[in-house]
């Protein structure tokens, strides 16, 4: 089975570009994350969605961050406009379940490495 | 609030040797759930383990082996004969069940272990 898909893997734009960030989750999996990883502030979460609902959006650094999940099998996540300060690499990640027991174990993307100039 | 602390940030060892990476948490809750993930230079975040609060068995898996104890809130996690492969930044990761957001997952900074040949 294919685990979750991001692309693009590697972005670099420079400063006040939009970025789209896409992911696809594992297939069945009803929850999907989005996480951004640096080395000041470590792995973050940003936001979850359940069945294509965004639950919390409490960890989006600001406004200019968006995300949106149209169908359980796609997820964006946008930066408009883009700041050098979100130079990251951004993470998606999806789960079976989100309630305790063994399906709630997250599996992740390999990753998008965005570099705002 | 939940935290999960790894105090040891880079440890270097001799291929063969072993290493035990320590993982102490904190939480208000009795149920919860603990996670190591491995993430190689390449990037990618790999699922290792997850283990919840009610079973305090240790655990083995070839070379790995993890010591649950409640009652020092630690969750380590030790490598066997270590291999160059192991090479990579391990995470601990703590869920717990407070209200209002199921899913989220609190990691700790991570550890670089660094095995040399």
């Known amino acids: 089975d294919a685990g979750v898909i991001q692309s693009p893997r590697h972005e670099v734009t420079e400063m006040g570009q939009e970025v789209t960030l896409r992911c696809k989750p594992i297939?069945?999996?009803?929850?999907l994350f989005w996480y951004r990883q640096t080395m000041m502030r470590g792995l973050e979460l940003l936001i979850y969605?359940?069945?294509?609902?965004?639950?919390?959006d409490s960890g989006m650094p600001e406004d200019r961050f968006s995300a949106k999940m149209p169908n359980a099998s796609f997820s964006t996540l946008k930066i408009q406009p883009s700041e050098p300060r979100d130079s990251a690499v951004y993470f998606c990640?999806?789960?079976?379940?989100?309630?305790?027991?063994?399906?709630?174990?997250?599996?992740f993307g390999p990753g998008t490495r965005l570099t705002v100039l | 609030a939940q935290k999960v602390t790894q105090a040891q940030t880079e440890i270097s060892v001799v291929e063969k040797e072993d290493v035990t990476l320590d993982c102490v948490y904190e939480?208000?809750?009795?149920?919860?759930?603990l996670f190591w993930y491995k993430q190689p230079p390449s990037g990618e975040l790999v699922f290792l383990i997850r283990r919840n609060s009610f079973d305090e068995q240790n655990e083995i898996s070839g070379r790995y082996s993890w010591n649950f104890q409640k009652s020092t809130s630690s969750f380590n996690f030790t490598i066997t004969a270590s291999q160059v492969v192991d090479s990579a930044v391990y995470f601990c990761?703590?869920?717990?069940?407070?209200?209002?957001?199921?899913?989220?997952?609190?990691f700790g900074k991570g550890i670089t272990l660094s095995v040399r040949p």
């Open positions: 939480t208000r809750d009795t149920t919860y759930y």
């Open positions: 990761a703590l869920r717990d069940l407070y209200t209002g957001a199921n899913s989220k997952l609190t």
């Open positions: 969605f359940n069945n294509n609902v965004p639950i919390d």
């Open positions: 990640a999806s789960s079976l379940g989100g309630r305790g027991g063994a399906e709630d174990t997250q599996y």
């Open positions: 297939s069945g999996h009803d929850y």
